[in-house]
């Protein structure tokens, strides 16, 4: 287990993440809220680059227009 900290809520319902934590997760965070608990957990950015090349594409200039075209507007 991590490390465990208990920390107070401030008047404006605020709750202050110790610095080391913020670096380390980031400024963001997702709070959840369950039957018996409240749970918060970073919330990361996906990695957008695990997509690439998962995609082959073989057209090119004009048939890429025209293929776009045809999924805006199929007749």
Do not use: A, H, Y
Request: net charge negative; aromatic share 6%; hydrophobic share 35%.
């Amino acid at each position: 287990m991590g490390t465990v900290e208990v920390k107070r809520v401030d008047p404006q319902g605020r709750l202050v993440l110790p610095k080391s934590w913020r670096e380390k997760w980031g400024n963001e965070v997702i709070v959840v809220e369950l039957e018996d608990r409240i749970e918060i957990l970073p919330r990361k950015k996906p990695r957008l680059s695990r997509f690439f090349d998962i995609l082959e594409v073989e057209l090119k200039g004009e048939d890429i227009e025209k293929e776009l075209l045809k999924d805006i507007n199929p007749q």
